[in-house]
């Protein structure tokens, strides 16, 4: 069995970054908190559980010394009670978020009507959100959208950074209909893109392909999806357990993971069918 890996898979910048930050703090401390689970990924969750990051869902659960602050970013204002804490605070948010923060934040600034494309109930969204108030959230119906008035004057555009170009591109011809003056800032990341793009490369030349990713991962679900109207057989697994029992009857083998998913993991599953 020939087992080929896609050119990009796995941990993605951010990921990486804040990962490597909670590894960090525990040769410091014996014990960090992260402010919600670092990654969409139950072991790698729970593996870090063990070594002493222990995921807590609000402030008043706080019970280590150091705090980290995962990808997505937080709030202003829990960025404000944090500090307040007396703690050490390691903020962890991807350089890709602090970006459309800042950038959200210096239209808002500058009088312009801030639109951003995005999930509203999604923690990045809401970080974003909070730099600056007055944004209005976008995700659907974007070829309809209007605004109260008629037409506004100054638009700024930004994005959640996991949207897909195409839907920014949607918004951005919408709003030059219904603005004086726009601005557009492009904050999509394209990891996600990139790792589609190289599993879809990799299923050209194999007979099946493992997505290895947790079960509550979004972009590993993306990764499935788009592999899905391909002519070969798609298996999702968290672990080299999820395996299915024929998977030996195949002779090339593609893996690709999500961006939350760990090496370790990775390699698990690489061993086993190396071991078929
Ligand atoms: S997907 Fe992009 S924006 Fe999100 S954490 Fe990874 S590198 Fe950062």
């Excluded at 040769?27 to 222990?54: C, D, F, M, W």
């Excluded at 030349?205 to 947790?214: L, R």
């Excluded at 002519?231 to 968290?238: A, G, P, S």
């Amino acid at each position: 069995m020939t087992i080929k890996r896609a050119s990009s898979l796995g941990f993605c910048y951010g990921v990486r970054l804040a990962h490597q930050k909670v590894l960090d703090a525990l040769k410091k401390y014996q014990k960090v908190n992260t402010l919600g689970p670092l990654i969409h990924n139950e072991r790698e969750v729970k593996r870090l559980s063990q070594l002493g990051a222990i995921a807590i869902n609000s402030l008043d659960e706080v019970s280590a010394p150091a705090i980290v602050l995962r990808t997505h970013g937080v709030r202003r204002d829990v960025l404000e009670r944090v500090k307040k804490l007396g703690i050490e605070v390691i903020d962890a948010t991807c350089p890709h978020v602090a970006k459309a923060q800042s950038i959200a934040q210096k239209f808002y600034n500058e009088g312009f009507r801030v639109v951003i494309l995005g999930e509203v109930e999604h923690p990045e969204v809401q970080s974003i959100l909070s730099y600056a108030p007055n944004a209005t959230v976008v995700n659907e119906n974007l070829e309809k959208f209007s605004f109260d008035k008629k037409v506004v004057e100054r638009v700024g555009l930004l994005s959640q950074t996991t949207q897909p170009i195409e839907k920014l591109k949607l918004i951005a011809s919408r709003m030059v209909e219904l603005s004086q003056e726009l601005v557009v800032a492009n904050t999509v990341c394209f990891a996600t893109r990139k790792r589609q793009e190289a599993a879809k490369e990799l299923a050209d030349e194999v007979e099946a392909m493992i997505v290895i990713g947790g079960r509550a991962s979004s972009n590993t679900k993306k990764l499935f999806l788009a592999l899905s109207s391909y002519d070969i057989d798609v298996y999702q697994v968290e672990g080299a357990a999820d395996l299915p029992e024929n998977v030996s009857k195949y002779k090339k083998i593609g893996i690709t993971a999500g961006a939350s998913t760990p090496e370790w993991i990775i390699e698990e599953v690489e061993s086993r069918l190396k071991s078929l």
